[in-house]
């Protein structure tokens, strides 16, 4: 069965620094990966998603995530990190390849102090 | 696109009455998927349809609950009889094939 993994209950990040939210991913087939965030009392936006092609994937506000097939990660990442970041972060796979659903990662709280 | 609408937005309800949510997916969408969210078990699938047929349903909690895709405009969730424990929010998000999820804005469901 295919799941994610997000090791971090919380990410602390001063403003400008760079962030890091981890996401390992255990798969049959190809992964078709996500990332979306969530603001307080706001549904899920998307940000990005590996499906083919190039290991760096570049998405919304600024963020990009790495796929590392040899360690079955797809880490989110930020070279410099902005308060209005702060959010909850979830890493997805969609199940069943490309007409599944998506199974979400139990999310990662990212906070970003002045 | 006014992306994917759900109503009501909250309902606060008293323990044995029913609910009714909806979902307006975005035009276009073949597919469109039901998630509750709670502190204690995040993110769960409660359904999805494909072209208005219901693929995997394993995630519905027990037979109070149930969902209905009637075309491909239109989804409805329904608790009945709520219970306390149904207090969660619910999202319904739409996808074409391949892509990722559009997420509705949620409605905040209480049962007293």
């Known amino acids: 069965a295919q799941s994610v993994a997000q090791p971090e209950d919380q990410v602390n990040v001063a403003e400008g620094n760079p962030l890091t939210v981890k996401c390992t991913y255990s798969?049959?087939?190809?992964?078709?990966l996500f990332w979306y965030v969530q603001y307080p009392n706001r549904g899920l936006q998307f940000l990005l998603k590996y499906i083919t092609g190039d290991n760096l994937v570049k998405g919304s506000y600024g963020f990009e995530a790495e796929f590392n097939k040899s360690q079955t990660s797809f880490h989110l990442k930020k070279p410099s990190a902005l308060v209005s970041d702060s959010a909850l972060y979830f890493c997805a796979v969609r199940d069943g390849g490309s007409q599944g659903n998506l199974i979400f990662g139990k999310g990662t709280k990212l906070s970003v102090k002045p | 696109d006014a992306g994917v609408i759900q109503s009501p937005r909250h309902e606060v309800t008293e323990m044995g009455q029913e609910v009714t949510l909806r979902c307006k997916p975005i035009s276009g969408h073949n597919s469109l998927f039901w998630y509750r969210q709670t502190m204690m078990r995040g993110l769960e699938l409660l359904i999805y349809?494909?072209?208005?047929?219901?693929?995997?349903d394993s995630g519905m909690p027990e037979d109070r609950f149930s969902a209905k895709m009637p075309n491909a405009s239109f989804s409805t969730l329904k608790i009945q009889p709520s219970e306390p424990r149904d207090s969660a929010v619910y999202f319904c998000a739409s996808s074409p094939p391949g892509t990722s999820l559009f997420f509705g804005p949620g409605t905040r469901l209480t049962v007293l």
């Open positions: 798969v049959s087939g190809n992964p078709y």
């Open positions: 349809f494909n072209n208005n047929v219901p693929i995997d």
